[in-house]
């Protein structure tokens, strides 16, 4: 069945006539007698195309198709009237109407009309579920964790992104800054134009400035031709300057001319361009300590710390490691093609005692690690790199040296699948030693 049709006419015979040449065409066909039935089918039903009698015993049908776009803005609507007059014609395309034709005069139009039309709310059903499928990905509820610091600063970035207000985010590397930043565009009401991100450090000064600002042909060597910066690129929508705290001071003066007039400049012109977005800013430098420095401006500053939010380590929110692991567990299972159904309470005690410099994004390289090296349907402690290990023993002392040799020796054994001669090999020591080590540590068992 290729796609859903909704009939609402009140002549039975007509309707009866219509829905067999439409099904003889292989779409599926529904029939209502009233608007008020027609909206109930609308509601349960994946209709995309409606063709609705323009008298109705409870509804102006001309007046429908604005309600019916409402509730279902991806269909396309045909109107259908035994006396059609150009401003009824009118006032249905006005309304969102596909199309208004005379029954009986435009039989002929019937079944390639419908056809143009599924095809039209096909793709706009397409785009809509896709704008929804972003939107769920970038929303606040993507953002995983329950503890109090994560939450607060959540709380925070949805309050402030209904407003158009500059926001600061700190935090370490790695504690997803980014994520807040789209968050908070994709919750605004920019949500529908761009988002533009932009790190600071990735660029000399330079060439930082170009790719801000934009610039006209012949403005430097190699400047062919004219380009747009992402200034320009993020009018209407959220401009994000990731590690702000790099920018060379410079270019902080003619990013605060942005910020406080609302115009840039690109290299080589000397007009002036207006442009309206809005600054999201992050860094994961002392900002204030910078300014006595003297390597960042202090009203810059001021202008980008209107509403701070500050972004929990994951060393300061390991209630949420377990819930954050099975998350990119499950997403690295699946790319990966393996059916792993968890991790050992070993495995996850190891995660919450583990110094998380990287935060969210070692996390994350730790699980995929240890997805594509496991062979079981568990994640366990041996999946974790010896350094991992290591660390835990000389930061918590859980364990002994003598228990992180015997860890280590066991996975070299794992991987080389029993062949002593090899493992030896790859420990660098002889094999007579490993035979006593493993005796020591009693491995064969």
Request: net charge neutral.
């Amino acid at each position: 069945m290729d796609a859903q049709i909704l009939i609402i006419d009140d002549e039975v015979k007509l309707a009866g006539l219509l829905s067999r040449i439409l099904e003889l065409e292989g779409y599926g066909v529904f029939h209502a007698a009233t608007a008020r039935d027609g909206i109930k089918i609308l509601e349960r039903e994946n209709i995309l195309v409606v063709l609705s009698d323009v008298k109705l015993p409870d509804a102006n049908g001309v007046e429908l198709v604005a309600r019916l776009k409402a509730l279902k803005p991806h269909i396309e609507v045909i109107c259908l009237t035994a006396y059609g007059t150009i401003a009824d014609g009118v006032t249905a395309i006005k309304n969102g109407a596909f199309d208004y034709i005379t029954k009986g005069d435009d039989n002929d139009r019937i079944i390639p009309l419908v056809s143009k039309a599924v095809d039209r709310a096909a793709l706009q059903k397409r785009v809509s579920d896709l704008e929804q499928k972003l939107n769920r990905r970038y929303s606040f509820d993507a953002i995983l964790g329950t503890s109090k610091l994560l939450q607060q600063a959540k709380d925070l970035a949805q309050k402030v992104a209904a407003t158009d207000t500059t926001v600061l985010l700190l935090g370490e590397t790695g504690t997803g800054k980014e994520v807040f930043a789209q968050a908070i565009h994709y919750s605004s009401k920019r949500s529908n134009q761009n988002f533009v991100a932009l790190n600071c450090s990735a660029f000399s000064a330079e060439l930082l400035e170009s790719e801000l600002f934009g610039y006209k042909a012949g403005a430097f060597t190699g400047a062919a031709k004219d380009k747009k910066g992402l200034i320009e690129e993020a009018d209407g929508g959220t401009l994000f300057l990731d590690e702000i705290g790099e920018m060379n001071i410079d270019l902080q003066a003619k990013l605060l001319r942005v910020l406080e007039a609302g115009e840039f400049i690109r290299l080589g012109q000397t007009k002036t361009q207006k442009v309206n977005i809005r600054v999201v800013a992050a860094t994961n430098r002392n900002l204030e300590d910078a300014i006595e420095k003297g390597t960042f401006r202090r009203d810059l500053f001021y202008r980008l710390s209107i509403f701070t939010i500050d972004l929990p380590s994951l060393n300061h929110r390991i209630e949420d490691i377990p819930l954050l692991a099975n998350y990119y567990l499950r997403e690295y299972a699946l790319k990966a093609g393996k059916h792993i159904t968890g991790m050992d309470d070993a495995f996850i005690t190891m995660l919450k005692g583990h110094n998380w410099r990287g935060n969210i994004r070692e996390l994350k390289n730790m699980i995929e690690r240890a997805v594509i090296i496991a062979t079981g349907d568990t994640l366990t402690t041996d999946l974790l790199p010896f350094e991992f290990n290591s660390q835990q023993a000389a930061g918590t002392g859980f364990f002994e040296l003598s228990s992180v040799e015997k860890q280590h020796i066991s996975n070299v054994l794992k991987y080389t699948k029993g062949n002593k001669t090899e493992a030896a090999r790859l420990l660098g020591i002889g094999l007579t030693t490993l035979y006593r080590k493993i005796e020591e540590f009693r491995l064969e068992n």
